[in-house]
């Protein structure tokens, strides 16, 4: 296997607003920000959920099969850092993992956010093309973060 197919996929924002208001839109806001086109069934997504502590699910909720798990979260540092397991169009049995790094900005202005979706093994990597559009996802966070924060 070479680096590429086991290195995170990596971005980095800066917001306007704080570390904490970012988190917080990130983790609590997730339903309003999440494109539906990236989930079991657009047209039957209700809502997409982080349970907001160590241990804590992160599934989406659809009217036609109730909650879909997507991992479980392994560190909640609320305004500094987000790690969970993500089995969302992967296999269950070997999930990659998903980390979202907030810290205050320069001079004290916003903040810098940065995601990385890694946990690539072996046993998973097959699946790592899929994940391309990130940005899709992530720039719908910025726009909603950015509008309020």
Not at 32 to 52: C, F, H, K, M, S
Not at 72 to 97: I, K, Y
Request: proline letters at 5%; glycine letters at 10%; one cysteine or more.
């Amino acid at each position: 296997m070479n680096d590429d197919s086991t290195s995170p996929i990596a971005y980095e924002y800066s917001l306007r607003c704080s570390a904490e208001h970012a988190f917080d839109t990130y983790t609590g806001r997730i339903g309003e920000w999440w494109d539906p086109r990236y989930t079991a069934n657009a047209e039957t997504l209700q809502g997409v959920t982080i349970e907001p502590r160590v241990g804590g699910r992160v599934y989406a909720t659809h009217s036609d099969m109730g909650k879909d798990d997507w991992g479980e979260v392994t560190v909640w540092e609320p305004g500094r850092r987000l790690v969970h397991t993500f089995t969302l169009a992967q296999d269950a049995r070997h999930p990659s993992e998903v980390t979202v790094k907030f810290a205050p900005g320069e001079a004290g202005s916003g903040c810098t956010v940065r995601f990385a979706h890694g946990g690539w093994t072996e046993a998973n990597a097959a699946v790592r093309k899929k994940f391309s559009d990130w940005p899709v996802m992530l720039d719908r966070f910025v726009a909603l973060t950015d509008s309020d924060g």
